[in-house]
């Protein structure tokens, strides 16, 4: 791969797509697609071999730096925690842009633009080993969205990026400062990931706390942790469908990984005080969620706030801090971002055909669309976690976690969230079901449309090839993980392990 090594090749081969697309005239709206379709399928190309050569032989081709940057360095590295998200993040891209070839229809040269340099910044966050270049990628991807919401969402999208700035912001201006402190804990300025956990021993545990505090906001408003979640629903709600799919399928994992990543390996010491208290918001938002779930009738709103839940559950698996729990926590960063971006694709689908996102407008729509039916199917049964699908390996995994910690300090706060963790999932099947049922099933019906009435005759149309290509390619993917979960445990077992090694110290010292 010439010289550079392909961690630095994933995170500037969006950049120079991004750079092209904007050098187009922006009338050639089939010539931007195009492009921005060829740029993103060649950083696939690289995420793929990137994955397939994690603790192989070129394995050395995956790390590059550091190198001198400003105050801090460049330092990227390709491993089994962050190689998942990376191919996740490069998969969802060129779906994205095919998904959007006819919805986006306005300043599509912007867009696209704007997709790209997401996708940017989404891989120098994955991919950082030095925390200000960390902070440089978390904050890179804030804009990009924030512009996918204001300018290409629905009818309350000011509303709904105001909402999203403010807390993302606020929580990043926390973190900032914690990463300043521990920077210049050892008397200069050392932003290494490496040097980190020996720079936050130098602190006093006060100050390890208040540090690890400030980080834990940022993350958990990313995640979203209940009670910061309440941006989610407005800004999904809002969204177009492909800022929704990258918003569920990549965004909200930014925060889970760097909570099980940074935060805490590098306050180790700190973190044992917090996880109870943070396995306590998981098995909160778990419930809260699926019960939020329940009371929606826009079936958008009924997806954004299951992404409440799962994503709580994911939480749950970090915060029992064992190796399993670990594992399926990553593996279900995975599994969620595959089963929610393709349900948001397929919402966004049903309402380019009937201009109507609510439950009680549509009905029997199997009869007229059944290969869209059959994929909503598969997406819904891989959500609630039905085994051979994406979404059980890290469900069940996460569950042996919290059982198992519970069984070592037999903890009354982790046998609650054991039960909170499977009344979410409970609740999963309950309302996806439901809403299954009621628009798929019984007499046809759907909204009606210039005049037109809900008859067969002018009943909405199935999917088109390339709808087909872009949703059979995610349950593809759903069954690929659900059947394989070992191509991507294998890999990211021993970071994980690494994790789980320091918090098993740190309860050592205690």
Not at 55 to 79: C, Q
Not at 133 to 151: A, N
Request: charged share 10%; proline share 5%; with cysteine.
């Amino acid at each position: 791969m010439m010289e550079w090594p392909l961690a630095t090749w994933l995170v500037l081969s969006p950049l120079a797509g991004a750079l092209a697309v904007l050098a187009l005239p922006g009338g050639f709206h089939a010539a931007l697609r195009l492009l921005a379709l060829a740029s993103s399928a060649w950083t696939l190309t690289l995420a793929v071999q990137a994955f397939a050569a994690l603790g192989g032989p070129d394995a050395a081709g995956l790390v590059h730096g550091p190198l001198p940057w400003w105050l801090a360095s460049y330092h990227v590295r390709v491993d089994g925690a962050s190689g998942g998200l990376a191919l996740l993040t490069a998969a969802l891209t060129p779906l994205v842009v095919l998904s959007t070839w006819r919805q986006i229809a306005t300043q599509v040269k912007g867009f696209l633009v704007c997709l790209l340099l997401l996708e940017a910044g989404l891989f120098t966050t994955f991919l950082a080993r030095d925390l200000f270049l960390f902070y440089c990628g978390w904050e890179l991807v804030l804009v990009p969205m924030y512009f996918i919401i204001g300018l290409w969402g629905g009818r309350r999208r000011l509303y709904a990026t105001t909402k999203f700035v403010v807390f993302t912001a606020a929580g990043s201006l926390l973190m900032l400062a914690a990463i300043l402190v521990l920077a210049h804990a050892g008397g200069g300025w050392d932003f290494s990931m490496e040097s980190a956990p020996a720079l936050a021993r130098r602190l006093s545990p006060a100050a390890q706390g208040w540090a690890l505090a400030a980080f834990l906001a940022a993350f958990a408003v990313k995640i979203p942790v209940w009670p910061l979640h309440t941006w989610l629903p407005d800004a999904h709600v809002e969204a177009p469908a492909g800022g929704s799919i990258f918003l569920a399928g990549v965004l909200l994992k930014m925060g889970s990984y760097a909570l099980a990543r940074i935060a805490l390996p590098i306050f180790a010491d700190a973190a044992v005080a917090f996880l109870p208290w943070l396995a306590a918001l998981g098995a909160i938002g778990a419930v809260w969620g699926g019960l939020m779930s329940l009371a929606q009738g826009d079936i958008k709103s009924l997806v954004a706030y299951s992404s409440v839940s799962h994503m709580a559950v994911i939480v749950l698996g970090i915060a029992a801090g064992g190796s399993a729990g670990m594992q399926g926590a990553f593996f279900q960063m995975l599994a969620h971002g595959v089963n929610t971006g393709c349900l948001f694709l397929l919402v966004g689908i049903l309402y380019e055909r009937t201009h109507s996102r609510l439950v009680a407008d549509h009905g029997g729509l199997a009869k007229a669309m059944p290969v869209f039916a059959a994929l909503f199917l598969v997406a819904s049964l891989s959500s609630l976690g039905l085994p051979g699908l994406a979404g059980f390996p890290g469900e069940f995994l996460i569950l042996k976690g919290v059982l198992a910690s519970w069984s070592q300090t037999r903890s009354p706060l982790l046998l609650a969230a054991f039960a909170a963790a499977g009344a979410g999932l409970f609740l999963s099947a309950s309302y996806l079901l439901w809403m299954y049922k009621r628009v798929f099933f019984g007499p046809l019906a759907f909204p009606h449309q210039e005049g037109r009435g809900g008859s067969a005759d002018h009943a909405p149309a199935d999917l088109t090839l390339r709808e087909k290509i872009v949703a059979g390619s995610l349950v593809a993917a759903m069954v690929l993980l659900g059947l394989s979960p070992n191509l991507f445990l294998s890999r990211s077992e021993p970071d994980t392990a690494a994790i789980t090694r320091a918090l098993a110290d740190a309860r050592g010292v205690r």
